[in-house]
Every structure is written in C-alpha cells, then in structure tokens.
C-alpha cells in the first residue's frame, strides 16, 4: 500500500511536470527553438519507456532501424519529417546496442547519409 501511494504521488507529480513542459515548449517554439527540440527529445525517451522498450533509446532510433530494414511505413514518414527539421537526426540517434540489433554492414550504411 505505501508502494502504491508513493506511485500515485510521483504519477501526479509527473503530470505538473509534463503540463508545464508542454506549455514551455510551446513558448520555445516561438522563442527558442533549440529547447523545444531539447524537451521534444525527452518526450521521445518517455514515449519509448512507455511503449515498453528501452528508457534510452529513441524512437527515432528504432524507426531508422524499422525504416531501413522493413521500410515500414510509419518509419519511414517519421526519419522523413525528422530529417526536414534536423537533417540526420535518424543516423545521429541510432542506438546500435538496444532493440534490434543491426550488422556492421547496415550501421556503416546509415550512418554513410542514407536516406529515408
């Protein structure tokens, strides 16, 4: 019971945090763009926690992989709008030790300049 009380305390704590984050956010886009790009990416981790896969691998990281190997659809149409505001954001955040595990040959590839 104490457990699940100090969850339900840091569950509500979490939500104040994440209000306030958006609506900073949303002030950075206009303001700042590079710290709504810096919580944008903590967004990332979180929604990839919540997913149920590794706490520090992006999603883009997994939709390169996805995209690269499967062309997944929904892979592909994210490293595409990625690449549009941080050109090789997909390369530069493969995490190459978690999910799914990529040869020597296919990380050289991405990490070359492929494209989407």
């Known amino acids: 019971m104490k457990r699940t009380l100090a969850l339900i305390i840091?569950?509500?704590v979490c939500l104040i945090c994440a209000v306030v984050s958006l609506l900073?956010?949303?002030?950075?886009?206009?303001?700042?763009p590079n710290r709504a790009w810096n919580i944008a990416k903590g967004y990332d981790?979180?929604?990839?926690?919540?997913?149920?896969n590794w706490v520090d691998e992006y999603i883009s990281s997994m939709a390169t992989k996805?995209?690269?190997?499967?062309?997944?659809?929904?892979?592909?149409?994210l490293c595409k709008l990625l690449e549009t505001i941080d050109p090789g954001h997909c390369a530069a955040?493969?995490?190459?030790?978690?999910?799914?595990?990529?040869t020597?040959?296919?990380?050289?590839?991405i990490e070359g300049g492929w494209k989407p």
């Open 10 to 12: 840091i569950w509500l």
């Open 24 to 32: 900073w956010m949303l002030t950075a886009c206009f303001l700042g």
């Open 45 to 52: 981790l979180v929604g990839n926690a919540t997913l149920g």
């Open 66 to 77: 996805a995209a690269y190997r499967r062309h997944t659809w929904w892979a592909v149409a």
């Open 93 to 102: 955040t493969l995490v190459t030790d978690r999910g799914e595990q990529l």
């Open 104 to 109: 020597a040959a296919e990380i050289a590839d």
